[in-house]
């Protein structure tokens, strides 16, 4: 049963920081992109960023690059998002995903998806 566990959100103040962690289970990730979405209240998901398993290669939305920055541990089968100069629009539920396409934007093309992790920047 493949099982995409996020952590790390919490309440921070605009300019902090917070690292978010997906730990992944259930299967062999090696083939995979790993994606990171978050979503607003009464917004849309929108794809913040993703990485692959294998090379690392990652790709940001513009929103987000030069703040945030995804890695990953492969030992510990985890991806992290570390996210710094954190905004109030940031402020959102943020989720995990896999998806066997490679590096994807588009959500739908994403195979698994964790329960999210809520992240609140006050101002």
């Known amino acids: 049963q493949v099982q995409l566990v996020e952590s790390g959100g919490g309440l921070v103040q605009a300019g902090g920081s917070l690292r978010l962690s997906c730990a992944a289970s259930?299967?062999?990730?090696?083939?995979?992109?790993m994606g990171w979405f978050r979503q607003a209240p009464g917004k849309e998901r929108e794809f913040v960023g993703a990485?692959?398993?294998?090379?690392?290669?990652?790709y940001y939305a513009d929103s987000v690059k030069g703040r945030f920055t995804i890695s990953r541990d492969n030992a510990k089968n985890t991806v992290y998002l570390q996210m710094n100069s954190l905004k109030p629009e940031d402020t959102a539920v943020y989720y995990c995903?896999?998806?066997?396409?490679?590096?994807?934007?588009?959500?739908?093309?994403?195979?698994?998806w964790g329960q999210g992790t809520q992240v609140t920047v006050s101002s």
């Open positions: 259930g299967r062999t990730f090696s083939s995979y992109a």
């Open positions: 990485i692959t398993w294998s090379s690392g290669t990652t």
């Open positions: 995903a896999a998806a066997l396409r490679g590096l994807r934007r588009n959500q739908n093309e994403y195979d698994y």
